[in-house]
């Protein structure tokens, strides 16, 4: 199934798993879509996320947040299709993962012959919380024009040592600095959401409010 947004309409679409989730978003001609995936909770199947830009400048954002504890195991496929000229597509997944959890991303980005002057990034950062906690990220490019510009990255990291130090000689409990070094690292994420009220809905869900 797939879900259309038409010429020139902007819109926000706020995704959380365990409800409905088409299998294709498809952007029309000079259309903006924001595309906000929360992942939390008790989930196992992969999740696949495909946005195509099938109108000449054609935008879109997308941002995935995932959050894992326990033993739960995460795995989310997204693919960005390229099909028109001077389209511009945004990702950026950001997982948060304690304890025994594990999370695999595989990124696609996929420009067609005819989507010239295509601009598009992808993005995938990690914050490992736990000595038991994994991540394996495979990005991909998949390109058939000769004028664009796409890149992909991946980073995961922990929480510094050095960070908790200084905060505990501010009267910051650890527990409570991995807490706030966790806030800010997905705040980058929602802060790019610029629909306030999904905004709103992101951080109450994962109490950051």
Not at 22 to 41: N, P
């Amino acid at each position: 199934m797939s879900f259309h947004i038409g010429k020139s309409e902007k819109k926000t679409i706020f995704l959380e798993v365990g409800r409905h989730i088409a299998d294709e978003y498809v952007v029309g001609r000079g259309a903006d879509l924001t595309l906000v995936l929360l992942v939390e909770g008790d989930w196992s199947d992969t999740i696949r996320l495909n946005v195509r830009l099938a109108g000449e400048r054609a935008k879109a954002d997308i941002i995935a947040i995932v959050v894992g504890r326990g033993e739960q195991r995460f795995a989310l496929e997204t693919v960005q299709l390229h099909e028109a000229p001077r389209a511009t597509s945004r990702l950026l997944v950001k997982s948060v993962l304690w304890e025994g959890a594990s999370f695999q991303y595989h990124g696609m980005i996929r420009v067609a012959k005819s989507a010239q002057q295509t601009d598009a990034c992808q993005r995938n950062e990690n914050l490992l919380l736990s000595d038991g906690s994994r991540v394996q990220t495979r990005p991909e490019l998949e390109i058939l024009a000769n004028d664009v510009r796409c890149t992909h990255a991946a980073a995961t990291s922990t929480v510094d040592p050095q960070t908790l130090w200084y905060l505990k000689t501010r009267g910051i409990r650890e527990e409570q600095g991995r807490r706030l070094v966790t806030q800010g690292f997905l705040e980058d994420a929602i802060g790019r959401i610029s629909d306030t009220i999904v905004q709103s809905k992101v951080r109450n869900v994962l109490h950051l409010d």
